[in-house]
């Protein structure tokens, strides 16, 4: 599977709304999950299947996943949503997971 | 609720093997699909291998394949990796993962994750 482009970093003001793309050709053929890892944790699910939230999960985080961009949304940013956050998908043709490279959101 | 708990990293030389342990409860662990994903210090997450809910066939990253094996013991709730051949590159965090899915949707994800431990092969 082709690599998952994710920017290596964000910068959002508390309050404002935080967009982390990710981009592969025609990643909207796939579906997207993505990961939360705050510093010195393992990463915890946030979002599945492009815009599904686990319980537990705050309204605030959403998704969506259109052509060759699948982007995670985190409205009214608060300073407990630092980390970084990546991407993944399931590459069919071998089972293999493949993660992005993960973009820091930093909260200003 | 759901707890993976991993031990078995360490400081080790290139070139020697150690084995990576992963005790999974709150779940029937035969029901599912386990992974390990590994993540070097101040880089991304990379998946490493998958193993079957039987044990029955398993599947690796190319940069893992031929060197690592991924088994579980279903009577002990229990994955492991086997690493050999280690080399400096292969210094990251081991985190053991379980798979998950949706019968009317054709993907796989990960719910959830244990605390990782840490493997340096360093001489």
């Known amino acids: 599977s082709s690599a998952l482009t994710q920017p290596p970093s964000v910068s959002v003001a508390p309050g404002k709304t935080a967009r982390l793309p990710c981009e592969v050709h025609?990643?909207?053929?796939?579906?997207v999950h993505w990961y939360q890892q705050r510093p010195g944790q393992a990463p915890v699910l946030v979002i599945y299947?492009?815009?599904d939230r686990p319980s537990g999960i705050p309204e605030r985080f959403s998704g969506s996943n259109s052509g060759n961009t699948a982007t995670l949304t985190i409205t009214g940013v608060e300073a407990g949503d630092e980390g970084d956050y990546y991407c993944?998908?399931?590459?069919?043709?071998?089972?293999?997971?493949?993660f992005g490279g993960g973009t820091k959101l930093t909260v200003l | 609720q759901v707890q993976l708990v991993e031990s078995g990293g360490g400081v080790v030389q290139p070139g020697t093997s150690l084995r990576l342990s992963c005790v999974a409860s709150?779940?029937?662990?035969?029901?599912?699909?386990m992974h390990w994903v590994r993540q070097a210090p101040g880089k991304g997450l990379e998946w490493v291998a998958l193993?079957?809910?039987?044990?029955?066939?398993?599947f690796y990253s190319d940069s893992v394949k031929g060197r690592f094996t991924i088994s579980r013991d279903n009577s002990k709730n229990t994955l492991h990796l086997q690493l050999s051949s280690l080399r400096a590159e292969d210094t990251a965090v081991y985190y053991c993962?379980?798979?998950?899915?949706?019968?009317?949707?054709?993907?796989?994800?990960?719910?959830?994750w244990g605390q990782g431990t840490l493997v340096t092969v360093s001489s």
């Open positions: 993962a379980r798979d998950n899915y949706r019968t009317t949707a054709y993907s796989y994800y990960f719910d959830f």
């Open positions: 709150g779940f029937t662990f035969t029901n599912y699909d």
């Open positions: 193993i079957r809910y039987d044990g029955k066939n398993d």
């Open positions: 025609n990643i909207g053929s796939k579906s």
């Open positions: 299947y492009d815009n």
């Open positions: 993944q998908v399931w590459d069919d043709n071998s089972d293999h997971r493949v």
